[in-house]
């Protein structure tokens, strides 16, 4: 078992930053295949924002946050960050983090996407940008 919790949400101005945390306790995030930063704004699906896989060598982003957020891994503090400037309204959402330590094949980019894939979900950090 793992538990995923997400800090750093916060209201911020349209053009502000806001740095994401991920930690996780139960099991070691440098043993996990991938985790990913998902976002749902109020009356939409839970959509996908960011990925890394295991080794931190491949990241993935959705088109929408694609050269303003970045996703990083701290293996040693066990967390994950997502640093997102140049915020929008559009941004405005919970943002959660999923994990998962298994998988039946190796991940295509598609799959990194998918919110079926993760096995464990944080409680989610609110993040509201304002105009």
């Known amino acids: 078992q793992v538990q995923l919790v997400e800090s750093g949400g916060g209201l911020v101005q349209a053009g502000g930053s806001l740095r994401l945390s991920c930690a996780a306790s139960?099991?070691?995030?440098?043993?996990?295949?991938?985790i990913g930063w998902f976002r749902q704004a109020p009356g939409k699906e839970r959509e996908f924002v960011a990925a890394?896989?295991?080794?931190?060598?491949?990241?993935y982003y959705a088109d929408s946050v694609k050269a303003r957020f970045t996703i990083s891994r701290n293996n040693a503090r066990n967390t994950v960050y997502l640093q997102m400037n140049s915020l929008k309204p559009d941004d405005t959402a919970v943002y959660y983090c999923g994990t998962t330590f298994t998988r039946s094949s190796t991940w295509s980019a598609s799959d990194y996407r998918d919110r079926g894939n993760y096995e464990y979900w944080g409680q989610g950090t609110q993040v509201t940008v304002s105009l």
């Open positions: 890394i896989t295991w080794s931190g060598d491949s990241t």
């Open positions: 139960g099991r070691a995030f440098f043993s996990a295949y991938a």
